[in-house]
């Protein structure tokens, strides 16, 4: 055997070695890409319905963020006609209802004043740091 020929065996087997290695390489990068496609497969399979859940539920939301829209506008023009309402009672009724108020008081003054005499003057107390003073101390406190 030769030298060359000594080379082209080594050559050879070292040949086989890679080609060997690179076909673990490329078995293994098959398996991953088959796992890879599995798992797209997978999430596309669940994700479908739950984009289709979402869009329904945005859509019901919509829905019901419109309605509420509608019933704060109605909820604002009813605020807004009892202000006016409210305002149109005491303008109209307010003035002569306190006029008449007064008259009634008045009426019930004078008619008090005539027909009943005078209470008896109860005995004034003055009130001095949370106690009550009777008026004949408080007249020897002052003379």
Do not use: C, H
Not at 19 to 34: D, M
Request: charged content about 20%; cysteine-free; proline content about 3%.
């Amino acid at each position: 055997m030769s030298g060359g020929e000594v080379a082209g065996i080594l050559v050879a087997v070292f040949w086989a070695i890679l080609v060997s290695f690179l076909a673990v390489v490329l078995v293994r990068l098959a398996q991953v890409l088959k796992a890879t496609t599995k798992l797209v497969a997978d999430v596309t399979e669940q994700a479908v319905p739950l984009l289709a859940d979402a869009s329904t539920t945005v859509r019901s939301a919509r829905t019901q963020l419109d309605r509420v829209d509608a019933i704060a506008s109605d909820v604002q023009e009813v605020t807004s006609n009892a202000s006016a309402l409210s305002s149109t009672v005491a303008s109209t009724f307010g003035g002569p209802l306190v006029k008449v108020a007064a008259f009634g008081y008045g009426v019930r003054k004078a008619l008090g004043k005539s027909t009943e005499a005078a209470p008896p003057r109860a005995s004034r107390r003055t009130v001095i740091v949370g106690r009550t003073v009777p008026a004949a101390r408080r007249r020897k406190q002052k003379g």
